[in-house]
């Protein structure tokens, strides 16, 4: 008898150490489940049923208020992307500029000369600028202009020249005594049934020596 009651007393807190282990085993769980239940729950469902966002806008569902969070993500990221692309392009501009600012600093402060005749001689040349103007004239940052000079037998290449070029071409002919009336002719002809890239881009401009002026000239003088 001495030794079952020596073992009911040191039984009757053995059992109690194991229901308290027991118990807090128990309770570490709970708290361990809880813990990962509210960390790792992302999808929409998980969520309650009623959420109010910092623009105190109220949604009935959860489901409404991820849709309109997709939304503004995707509106975000492509809001990202179209930035990154205008980004990436105004880079390209300005790169642009700087070698056009470099290769030409001057060029906005050019100033544009009209297409009208002008008769003035130069040391023993007589020059007839702007005799025969392009139909179309551009400003004088507007594009680079294609200067050449030569006489009537160098008129053949002009038409394959323009038609290449596509902007404005500046020729100066040599046209003394006869030459003149027969360069006229060419030019007329060149204009008005060749091509019509001729009439629109290209202005002519004569000149000849003063001792060998084209009659025609001499009778305008008188």
């Known amino acids: 008898m001495w030794r079952k009651g020596v073992w009911r007393a040191t039984a009757t807190p053995?059992?109690?150490?194991?229901?308290?282990?027991?118990?807090?085993?128990i309770v570490l769980l709970l708290c361990l489940a809880f813990s990962f239940y509210f960390t790792s729950c992302k999808h929409y469902k998980c969520r309650p049923s009623s959420i109010t966002t910092n623009g105190?806008?109220?949604?009935?569902?959860?489901?409404?208020?991820?849709?309109?969070?997709?939304?503004?993500?995707?509106?975000?990221?492509?809001?990202?992307?179209?930035y990154s692309k205008n980004s990436v392009y105004q880079k390209k501009?300005?790169?642009?500029?700087?070698?056009k600012q470099k290769?030409?600093?001057d060029l906005n402060e050019c100033q544009t000369r009209p297409l009208r005749p002008l008769y003035y001689q130069r040391g023993q040349y007589w020059v007839l600028e702007n005799y025969i103007p392009a139909?179309?004239?551009f400003l004088c940052n507007q594009s680079i202009t294609y200067t050449t000079h030569g006489d009537y037998t160098f008129l053949g290449n002009l038409e394959l020249l323009i038609s290449r070029w596509q902007g404005p071409v500046s020729m100066a002919l040599y046209a003394p005594d006869a030459d003149f009336e027969y360069t006229l002719d060419i030019l007329v002809y060149l204009r008005n049934c060749r091509s019509q890239d001729i009439?629109?881009?290209?202005?002519?401009?004569?000149?000849?020596?003063?001792?060998h002026t084209p009659?025609?000239?001499?009778?305008c003088r008188e």
């Open 215 to 219: 009659k025609i000239m001499e009778k």
């Open 103 to 105: 290769i030409y600093p």
């Open 135 to 137: 139909d179309r004239s």
């Open 14 to 25: 053995r059992l109690q150490m194991s229901c308290y282990s027991f118990i807090l085993n």
């Open 93 to 99: 501009i300005f790169k642009q500029i700087s070698l």
């Open 56 to 82: 105190n806008k109220h949604f009935h569902t959860t489901k409404e208020f991820y849709e309109v969070d997709e939304n503004v993500n995707l509106l975000n990221y492509q809001d990202k992307k179209s």
């Open 199 to 211: 009439k629109t881009y290209v202005t002519f401009h004569i000149f000849f020596d003063v001792l």
